[in-house]
């Protein structure tokens, strides 16, 4: 049972243009969500979160969307940069100690 | 400002031997949690150690087992591995409180023969 789905597995935007990477999840408890970054033989980088009582963050290039009732949130990266070349995991919280990853997207930047 | 260091990067072993990861938090912190992450998998949740006990467990079986010490740091410790077990073990350190970010480590990659 997926909780905190990526549908999309891959995505390539041109250098300069928006990157939009997607996430859904399924549980209305969720009230906590993180954006990560990973690059190979890295660890997953954290980019920004959102909490449930907001629907937008905003952190230099990188915003985050958050439509509850649809149970969907998105980052936007603006402008996107061959540096942004990486995998994209978003996470979820229900207010415990864990988090729920989804699969992760895979951004490929075109310079 | 150190950040999670993790050891040993890799690691091979055969079906039924056992391992211990380890890992050091970021400066600052006294929370560690362990995730696995599968090939074109996300990290999944193995467990949190908090104050050296075992705070919250993931869906994981009982050959996975860990231990925080006094200084924070933590050991992962898998027992009569199986070849599924092979995937990419991540350390995260965070502060104490629930809807704290996580600050991983590079990871220690387990391959199970």
């Known amino acids: 049972d997926q909780q905190v789905k990526q549908n999309s597995p891959s995505l390539s935007v041109q250098e300069g243009r928006i990157s939009i990477l997607n996430c859904d999840y399924t549980n209305s408890m969720f009230d906590y969500f993180l954006w990560y970054k990973k690059y190979p033989a890295e660890g997953p980088t954290f980019l920004i979160s959102?909490?449930?009582?907001?629907d937008k963050n905003e952190d230099g290039r990188f915003t985050v969307f958050l439509n509850k009732s649809a149970k969907h949130l998105s980052l936007h990266i603006v402008p996107s940069q061959p540096g942004d070349s990486a995998v994209y995991f978003c996470?979820?919280?229900?207010?415990?100690?864990?988090?729920?990853f989804g699969t992760g997207t895979r951004l490929k930047v075109l310079a | 400002d150190a950040g999670v260091t993790q050891s040993p990067t890799h690691l091979i072993k055969t079906r039924g031997q056992q391992v211990t990861l380890r890992c050091s938090p970021k400066?600052?912190?006294?929370?560690v949690s362990w995730y696995q992450q599968a090939l074109g998998q996300g990290p999944q949740f193995i467990f949190q150690?908090?104050?050296?006990?075992?705070?919250q467990r993931g869906n994981f079986p009982d050959r996975f087992s860990g231990h925080q010490f006094p200084n924070y740091s933590s050991e992962l410790n898998v027992n009569a591995l199986l070849l599924g077990d092979s995937a990419l073990y991540l350390c995260?350190?965070?502060?104490?409180?629930?809807?704290?970010?996580?600050?991983f480590g590079s990871g220690t990659q387990l391959s199970v023969l």
């Open positions: 959102i909490s449930s009582i907001k």
């Open positions: 996470a979820a919280s229900d207010g415990t100690y864990k988090y729920i």
């Open positions: 150690y908090y104050e050296e006990e075992e705070r």
């Open positions: 400066s600052g912190h006294d929370t």
């Open positions: 995260a350190s965070s502060s104490r409180g629930r809807g704290e970010k996580l600050f």
